[in-house]
């Protein structure tokens, strides 16, 4: 997938107004709309001009992918970082297509599929809107639970129609065993209401920051658990590091390597908790001293019937 540039599109500068994002979409859709274009490839071009615009013209999606663009160029393959998104706070519901139910390129879809689609804002007294947001916790974090002050930024327009970004923090108990995906609601902390009416809620989608060492799958945790040849071969107790301390591990005899063992109730907590599992991973020393390779070429001799290619096919 390459990275679109939204601005090119729209021939526009990165530094655009609002309103001169409008007038630019205004005069290229009028330019290649299918009914009226003479164009030959007008149906492509506005489709195009369209997705661009919905991009641009919304602060919130602006913002983010704003954002995203300081890190790739147009036409360079891309694939969106981990931390996606995390950080930004949104109005309004889910949106997965463009306002007017138009589906767009599947680089929109990978940026904007998840993220919240503003709302009108409107006159009337009513409730404030619910707002969402996505934040990063760590995987102990997830194990333990947590008090953390976390940082949110949302997407404003200013009087001279740029975005800002207005930066405020809040206090977030992470319960025990929350999971990835997981919304938590932070009541009365969203959108403010109009005329005395109660302000909107704020959903917080939990995403766990990536691990040097653990995978997580819904509730449960895997691991890669390195151990020798022999070790695998004639057994042994290593002893394995969790997110919640450690604990010993029985290898049995004659293990291979991604084998699982598994460590049951040690996944994330919840009813039930997930379970961990440990993937064997079986390292060769190195052969890098001629005693080490004498002792290699008497374990050959030792097994010289031994094929470990047995039963494979010869083509």
């Known amino acids: 997938m390459e990275f679109k540039d939204y601005y090119a599109a729209l021939g526009v500068e990165r530094t655009a107004t609002q309103d001169e994002i409008k007038r630019a979409y205004r005069k290229l859709a009028r330019k290649y709309h299918p009914d009226v274009s003479k164009e030959p490839d007008a149906e492509a071009r506005f489709k195009d001009v369209a997705e661009a615009y919905e991009a641009l013209q919304d602060p919130e999606k602006r913002a983010a992918y704003d954002d995203l663009g300081k890190r790739y160029e ?29 589906d767009f390129s599947d680089f929109f879809s990978t940026l904007f599929g998840r993220q919240p ?10 409730p404030g809107q619910d707002h969402h947001a996505k934040v990063t916790i760590t995987l102990e974090d997830a194990y333990q639970g947590a008090r953390r002050t976390l940082s949110l930024r949302m997407p404003v327009v ?12 809040i206090e977030v108990t992470i319960p025990k065993g929350v999971r990835e995906g997981q919304h938590l609601r932070l009541a009365g902390q969203g959108g403010s209401g109009s005329e005395g009416a109660p302000a909107g809620d704020l959903y917080l989608e939990i995403a766990f920051e990536p691990h040097p060492r653990f995978r997580v799958d819904g509730r449960d945790v895997y691991v890669d658990l390195p151990i020798s040849p022999w070790e695998a071969a004639l057994g042994a107790h290593p002893e394995l590091a969790t997110p919640i301390g450690a604990v010993e591990l029985n290898v049995p005899a004659g293990s291979a390597a991604g084998q699982k063992l598994r460590l049951k109730g040690r996944g994330l907590p919840g009813n039930p908790a997930g379970d961990l599992y440990a993937v064997l991973k079986i390292v060769l020393p190195p052969t890098d001293t001629p005693a080490a390779r004498r002792a290699f070429e008497q ?10 290619r047995a039963g494979q096919p010869r083509r």
């Not at 689609?117 to 009513?126: L, Q, T, Y």
């Not at 200013?158 to 923090?169: K, N, Q, S």
């Open 74 to 102: 147009r036409g360079q393959q891309f694939q969106p970082p981990p931390d996606w998104g995390s950080g930004y706070e949104f109005s309004g519901g889910d949106a997965g297509v463009g306002s007017d139910g138009r």
């Open 117 to 126: 689609r503003a709302g009108s804002a409107g006159h009337a007294a009513g």
């Open 158 to 169: 200013g009087a001279d129609g740029h975005i800002t970004l207005r930066e405020h923090r």
């Open 299 to 308: 374990l050959a001799s030792e097994f010289s019937d031994f094929n470990p």
